[in-house]
Every structure is written in C-alpha cells, then in structure tokens.
C-alpha cells in the first residue's frame, strides 16, 4: 500500500535527515514504521488531549454511559495522524455542497416527485410507507415550510483507479459529528505543531474544520428567522445515546454563544408532553419550540410504538422549524438519491448547466432493480456492487458473495425489490493507519471516507445560508465493508491535503 505519510521521521534521526528534507529527498517512513517510542508519546498526548478537550462518547463498558453525561465516558475512536487527501478533490467536494444544499431544497418542495419515486418503494418497505404517509399528509393540508433548514452531510469516497470523488450517499437527517470533527483537526494540527521536529509535516495543511459552529449558527439563526425569543431547539433524541456529547458539543455552543436554550427529549417524551396550539405553536413539557433538530428518528428501531409516530406527525403538523422536515427526509433516501441520478432528473431542480456537471460528475453506478441488465451483473459478479435498502445509520447494506444470493432471492419470491438500489462499489486507495481505541493504537490497513458538512436556511423570501460548514474523515479497517465509529471499526480523523 502506497504510504501518504513519507514524511514522518523515526525521531532518533528526525535531526539527521533534516537536510535531506530541505533538499526535497523524502524519507520513505510508513506510519506503521514509526519509532516505538514515537509512538507511545504521541498516542499518550492524543489521549491527554481528547480527555481535557471533550473529544469522548459513551464508554460501552459503562452501563449508565448511554443516559448519565460524565459517567463512564472514553475518548473518541480517532486516527493518530490525519489522512491524507488531495487537495483538487477536497476543493470539488466543498464547490458541491452548497449546490447540493439547493437540490435537497427543491426536491423537498416536489411532492409529487418525491411521492412517485417512492411509490413502489412504499408498498414492500413498512418505515418508508409511514414517512410517506406524514408526508403525504402535509401535503393534503398544503402544508407549507416557509423556513427551512438543512443539516446535511454528503459523503464521499475516492475511486482509487480513476481518481474519481464519488458520492456514497447525502445524509439530510441526524448528520452526526458535526460537534466532534472540528476537535479531531484540533487534535492533529496540536500533535504536528508539537511534533514538528520528528514529523516533517505542515500543520497548516489540515484544512480548517469549524463544523460545530457552523452547524450552531444555522441552528440559532432558524430559532431567530421563528422570533420568540421565548421558544427554545428541542433536541430529539435516544433515551440511550453514547454519542451524547457529539450533541451537547452543539447545545454547549448554543447557549453559550446565542443565548438558545436546548431541551432533549425522546419521541415518547414528545408524544406524552406535546401539544399544539390553535397557531400551530408547538408546546412540549411546556416550553414553546422554534426549532426542531432530530438527533433521531431516522430507523424503525427509533420509533418504538405508535406513540412514536404520533408525536412524529405532531412536530410535522406544527409550526416549528423541523431540521429535517418530512419531505427533506425523504430527500435524503437512497431511492431519491437513485432517482436523481437518472438521465435528465437534475435538470428538473437546477437550471445552471456547470452546477448540474459538477454534481453528475459525483455520482456513483446508481440503479433500480427492474434494470434487468445490471441485475444480470450484479448476480454475475457481487463484488462489484453494493445493495442498498432504503435504511440510515449504517450495517444495513448486502456486499460480496451476499449480492448475489439476495437478488436471487428476490428473484424467486417475485416481489421486495422495490426496497432496494444497487450501487457500483467504489474501491478506495488503501492506506497504511493508526488507530486508537480504548487507549491503544492499532496500525491497521485502511480505507476512509470524507464527509462534507453544509448548512442552508432560508426563509420565504430568500436564501440566509448555504455553504460547506466543515468536515468528517472517517477512516475504518479494510477489510470491514461498513462498521460505523459507533460499531467499532471506523475512527473520526481528519484531512491532510497534498
Ligand atoms: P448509511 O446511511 O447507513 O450510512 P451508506 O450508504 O453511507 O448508508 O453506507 C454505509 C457504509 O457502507 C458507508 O459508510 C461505506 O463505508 C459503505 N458503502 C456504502 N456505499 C458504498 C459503495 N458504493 N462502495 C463502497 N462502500 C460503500
Ligand atoms: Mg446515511
Ligand atoms: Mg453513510
């Protein structure tokens, strides 16, 4: 595996060749070739780092860690080192995003697009049904979203044979580490600043990661386009959640730099207190809600019994700004994100030739499954694919050997392929990691996929916000076809642009 760390020195000569490097020879040192001792200083200062700087989640071991913030808590799973990426492609992903931000708001505003492109979906897929029918809903009673606010994240992966950014998908609801990524650029730029006479690397080349703040100045400058001063964010959330303070990063932010109160509530909790007003204000435990942000929400598994869904359509039906709403959910979906792909359906959102190229130029193998020819393929050769359900949250897709048999599966029993896409798998550049988790690092072959933050809001009148707002490396093992931070085999990590 080619190395982007040629740069680090063992420290014993980081002296010595210091020549060698102002001649612009590069010592071929692979981070797994790092000195021991190296190593045990720099894990040991990432770890003193994450601990006083808050980079942590729920510590599995700890029973309580889910429910009790400042108990059992652990650092974050993070990378040693950030990842090196480059830097033409790092710049293409950030010109796309305020352009994707756009497209999510006007499909959002398509009902009928996005009610036909799940129409099939709808009858074999139970979950995407019940969002279709709140949805739905909405639409019978012209429900109108004059403000609207997206927390997205669209995420990539660089096709190593042709160089390629490819999207893997457009997350629109619950776009997680948005509090935690800017901390782990803090940390690499401290570890290489610190560092820097045994690692001939530029601190100043980890590009600036200002995520939570974006995300906060979004989230308080919808509280503000709602106008009462009195209303606070209401955060829905897990009744167990161990990436909490990922969240309270963004509350913390809130209050202490826009004077927005939070509240956290499950959607049991929101069922049993809410209420709406003859307005549409929304009360909840009797505090009016200008702004909704779903933290949770987006798997069955959330939604635990109807009381659930009640207060899900009871935030849909209220006033209050929802990030997401129903339809900018359901923009989100994989199936959506099939369909856009498709010949001639961006030129319905986006009139500007050059924007509609740039994100053509992003996507991925993207199908249905009554494309007989590519499910042919796909039998033929699995690896090539992925299949996709229309679920978030990761471990939910079918790799390798698996793609064959579910689609002969499908095929048998005639019915249940509308629940699913196929992708073209996309193969990224393996590279040479250190992983630490749980205190110790572990040099790991890996693969990593670079999350783009955006934010947008805008009103009735006019657009207030839509730009990149930061980003999320996550790099994982290998060999592992998903595993997400929270499952264990990816870690947060940051960029290195060359
Ligand atoms: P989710 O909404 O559950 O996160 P994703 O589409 O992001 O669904 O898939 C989860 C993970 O699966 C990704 O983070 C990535 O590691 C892997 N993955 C998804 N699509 C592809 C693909 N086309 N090629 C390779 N890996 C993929
Ligand atoms: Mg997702
Ligand atoms: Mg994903």
Redesign the pocket.
């Known amino acids: 595996p080619k190395s982007p760390f040629s740069a680090i020195l063992p420290l014993k000569c980081a002296k010595k060749m210091q020549t060698q490097v102002e001649d612009s020879v590069k010592p071929i040192v692979d981070p797994h070739d790092i000195d021991p001792k190296l190593l045990q200083k720099l894990s040991y200062d990432a770890l003193v780092f994450c601990s006083l700087r808050g980079l942590v989640v729920g510590d599995r071991n700890s029973e309580r860690s889910g429910t009790v913030p400042g108990v059992g808590m652990v650092h974050a799973p993070v990378a040693l080192l950030p990842m090196s990426f480059p830097e033409s492609q790092w710049n293409q992903a950030c010109e796309v995003a305020p352009i994707f931000n756009e497209l999510v708001d006007r499909v959002s505003q398509d009902g009928e697009f996005l009610q036909q492109s799940l129409s099939r979906t709808k009858k074999v897929d139970p979950f995407t049904s019940r969002l279709l029918e709140i949805h739905s809903k909405m639409l019978q009673i012209n429900k109108k979203e004059e403000i609207r606010l997206g927390l997205h994240r669209s995420?990539y992966?660089l096709d190593e044979q042709t160089k390629l950014l490819l999207q893997?998908?457009l997350?629109t609801i619950s776009s997680s580490f948005s509090g935690l990524s800017c901390l782990v650029s803090e940390l690499h730029r401290s570890l290489l600043h610190q560092y820097s006479e045994c690692i001939a690397l530029d601190p100043n080349k980890i590009p600036t990661n200002n995520s939570v703040n974006q995300f906060t100045d979004a989230l308080a400058k919808a509280w503000n386009e709602y106008g009462d001063p009195r209303a606070v964010v209401m955060f829905v959330i897990l009744a167990e959640e161990r990436n909490m303070y990922d969240q309270h990063w963004l509350s913390a932010s809130l209050g202490e730099k826009h004077q927005v109160t939070t509240i956290r509530k499950t959607l049991a909790e929101i069922d049993a207190q809410g209420e709406l007003l003859e307005d549409g204000t929304l009360i909840v435990d009797g505090e009016a809600v200008a702004v909704i942000y779903f933290r949770a929400g987006y798997a069955p598994s959330d939604y635990h019994s109807e009381s659930a869904w009640k207060a899900r359509l009871l935030m849909e039906q209220s006033r209050a700004v929802k990030c997401p709403s129903i339809s900018y959910h359901l923009a989100g979906t994989?199936k959506i994100q099939q369909e856009l792909a498709k010949p001639n359906v961006l030129e319905r959102f986006l009139e500007n030739k050059d924007d509609i190229a740039k994100l053509r130029k992003c996507f991925?193998g993207l199908w249905s499954l009554d494309e007989s020819d590519t499910v042919k393929d796909a039998i033929e050769r699995p690896g090539l694919y992925?299949m996709?359900p229309q679920?978030?949250?990761?471990?939910?897709?079918i790799y390798g050997e698996d793609v064959k048999e579910a689609l002969l599966k499908l095929q048998k029993e005639g019915t249940g392929s509308d629940a699913f896409i196929l992708?073209?798998?996309?193969f990224p550049t393996v590279s040479h990691s250190i992983l630490m988790r749980e205190g110790i690092p572990h040099k790991e072959q890996t693969i990593s996929?670079l999350g783009i933050y955006g934010t947008y809001l805008r009103n009735e009148k006019e657009v207030l916000i839509n730009q990149q707002s930061g980003y999320l490396m996550?790099t994982?093992v290998s060999s592992s076809?998903?595993g997400?931070v929270a499952a264990g085999f990816a870690v947060l990590d940051s960029i290195y642009l060359v």
């Open positions: 995420d992966m893997i998908e997350n994989k991925a992925v996709k679920r978030e949250g990761g471990g939910n897709n992708m073209q798998r996309i996929e996550r994982k076809n998903e997400g």
